[in-house]
């Protein structure tokens, strides 16, 4: 492996805001896919109302793990669009 290949490159920079208190975080995003200045944890899926009252009519069905019993929806609603939860420094230190 060559040293050229270690390099990282910035392939752009974001302005995100932080999910628990909106505090504006400035993010380095590289080449290779790895970021730097905020804790970047899944995507929420925001869904209607109208597509959780179809979930819901569905209704759910009992599932057993590690002796816990658990309602689980038979069908899940459908999403239009997913948010970015990520998380400052400050937030994601303090526990």
Do not use: Q
């Amino acid at each position: 492996m060559k040293l050229k290949d270690l390099e990282k490159t910035i392939k752009k920079r974001e302005v995100k805001s932080c999910s628990l208190c909106g505090k504006a975080i400035n993010v380095i995003i590289y080449s290779d896919k790895s970021y730097r200045g905020g804790h970047y944890f899944f995507d929420i899926p925001i869904c209607t109302d109208k597509e959780w009252s179809k979930a819901i009519k569905a209704g759910t069905r009992k599932w057993k793990f590690g002796g816990d019993e658990f309602n689980v929806m038979k069908k899940e609603p459908k999403a239009y669009k997913f948010d970015e939860y990520w998380e400052c420094p400050t937030c994601y230190w303090r526990g």
